[in-house]
């Protein structure tokens, strides 16, 4: 893996895992029913769109796939894979990370949870988001076990 795609690797993960940060404030506003923020004086009695459940993982979704990306490209030169693999693994990530984070946001502002296609079309998107990102982890995280197994068995060939 070269220096420039771990690189772009991390700065999306930094940027999936602030969105995820920024995702713990309605989170946050769900659990007190107000907006409020120390130090900052007084509060405004609000309660974000969503529920309790819907804000921590949003929160969570973004913390986990930033820092998934971030140790994926951090071990990238423990990876024997062909340019064409990193690519895939590289992207993958990316549009598994952005994917989760996108629709972990606006599940809870649309009232869906992407479980399955279909109840509207805030939640059809949802789910589409969820699935695109289900099947790019799981070939990205595929590909990153044969391409460790690769290094491991030290046979210098790319796969």
């Not at 895992?17 to 907006?35: C, Q, R, S, T």
């Not at 930033?66 to 549009?95: D, E, F, K, Q």
């Not at 939640?123 to 590909?143: D, Q």
């Amino acid at each position: 893996m070269t220096e420039r795609t771990q690189s772009l690797m991390i700065v999306h993960g930094a940027l999936v895992f602030l969105v995820g940060m920024a995702a713990g404030f309605p989170y946050a506003f769900v659990l007190i029913e107000k907006i409020a923020v120390w130090p900052i004086p007084g509060s405004i009695e609000w309660t974000p769109p969503g529920d309790e459940r819907a804000w921590r993982m949003a929160h969570l979704e973004g913390v986990l796939n930033g820092l998934t990306l971030i140790a994926v490209a951090a071990v990238g030169n423990r990876l024997t894979l062909s340019p064409r693999l990193v690519a895939v693994v590289a992207w993958g990530l990316i549009l598994t990370s952005w994917g989760n984070i996108i629709a972990s946001v606006l599940g809870p502002i649309v009232g869906g949870r992407g479980l399955e296609f279909g109840d509207g079309p805030g939640n059809s998107i949802v789910y589409l988001l969820f699935i695109v990102a289900v099947f790019a982890v799981i070939a990205a995280m595929a590909i990153v076990c044969k391409g460790a197994l690769a290094y491991r068995k030290g046979t210098g060939r790319s796969v």
